[in-house]
């Protein structure tokens, strides 16, 4: 069974920081990239960054410069460092992983951790 478990969210200030990891169990084999997504209140799950096995990361246009993506295989974990918060940065914030086996592209997603910045 894949289980991906979120920890680090949380209240913040605007302008402070947080460390979201995400632990990754189960099934990893052709584990090709992971990521975070958020969804803020009432809006839709947007795109935050995404990291490959190769270590390419890629992030949304309102986050760069401010939160970085970066992953321990050894450790089966992914981590987001935010900084610089914003109150627009407030959302439910999730992990997701991708697998991808004889040309099959399987995903999986955690439970999502909350974080809000207050202004």
């Known amino acids: 069974q894949v289980q991906l478990v979120e920890s680090g969210g949380g209240l913040v200030q605007a302008g402070g920081s947080l460390r979201l990891s995400c632990a990754m169990s189960?099934?990893?084999?052709?584990?090709?990239?992971m990521g975070w997504y958020r969804q803020p209140p009432g809006k839709q799950r947007e795109l935050v960054a995404t990291?490959?096995?190769?270590?390419?990361?890629n992030y949304a246009d309102s986050v760069k410069g401010r939160f970085t993506i970066s992953s321990d295989i050894a450790k089966n974990t992914v981590y987001l460092q935010m900084n610089s918060l914003k109150p627009e940065d407030t959302a439910v914030y999730s992990c997701?992983?991708?697998?991808?086996?004889?040309?099959?592209?399987?995903?999986?997603w955690g439970q999502g951790t909350q974080v809000t910045v207050s202004s």
């Open positions: 997701m992983r991708t697998r991808v086996v004889a040309g099959h592209e399987y995903d999986a």
């Open positions: 189960g099934n990893i084999f052709g584990l090709s990239a």
């Open positions: 990291i490959t096995i190769g270590g390419n990361t």
